[in-house]
T-cell receptor
């Protein structure tokens, strides 16, 4: 089954404690992206990757890091999480960057 | 500053009637537009798209209309069904060479039986 998986689905952490949210896709897609969803703001792009070792900033990259060492994986790293990073995070992938993106189920992160 | 705006946060419609969702954009460089549907506790799923060279695209009960001069697009759902109750996001892209999607805030549709 074609899918995008994210782990964990739910995470509660404390300010400053480094965390990683994993994202993996099994569709051999070149393009992957991370979004955060906040009430009244919709989905905002954090980072995206056009292919292995190629990443670029989206609209809200501050406080986040990403890496793309393998085509299927695109982890999101929060080196020092802060409460304003409490949000619902989605990973997505597509075969082309401007067309249909497949989204993962989401990761709800709470930073206290 | 949001470049894609969905000014109606919610819409309630009776089953069998038409649902019309609206979306406005400010960036004239956008030339590809998409609608996504999202159920609670799930990721968004692609619904329908339209390129700027068209003014209408239809897929079953879903039709998207694009008015480039007004920088406006709309999604029509006819007839509305209970399973259509969800959050709908409008998204836009600059097309070839632009790898970013800009999303609106979403419209929550409730279909009443």
């Amino acid at each position: 089954e074609a899918q995008v998986t994210q782990n964990p689905r739910y995470l509660i952490t404390v300010t400053g404690k480094k965390l990683t949210v994993t994202c993996s896709q099994n569709m051999n897609h070149e393009y992957m992206s991370w979004y955060r969803q906040d009430p009244g703001l919709g989905l905002r792009q954090i980072y995206y990757s056009m292919n292995v070792e190629v990443t670029d900033k989206g609209d809200v990259p501050e406080g986040y890091k990403v890496s793309r060492k393998e085509k299927r994986n695109f982890p999101l790293i929060l080196e020092s999480p802060s409460p304003n990073q409490t949000s619902l995070y989605f990973c997505a992938s597509s075969g082309t960057p401007t067309y249909e993106q497949y989204f993962g189920p989401g990761t709800r992160l709470t930073v206290t | 500053d949001q470049q894609v705006k969905q000014n109606s946060p919610s819409l309630s419609v009776q089953e069998g009637r038409i649902s019309i969702l609206n979306c406005d954009y400010t960036n004239s460089m956008f030339d590809y537009f998409l609608w996504y549907k999202k159920y609670p506790a799930e990721g968004p799923t692609f619904l329908i798209s339209i390129s700027s060279i068209k003014d209408k695209n239809e897929d079953g009960r879903f039709t998207v209309f694009l008015n480039k001069s007004a920088k406006h697009l709309s999604l029509h759902i006819v007839p509305s069904q209970p399973g259509d109750s969800a959050v709908y996001f409008c998204a836009a892209s600059g097309g070839v060479g632009d790898y970013k999607l800009s999303f609106g805030a979403g419209t929550t549709v409730t279909v009443r039986a």
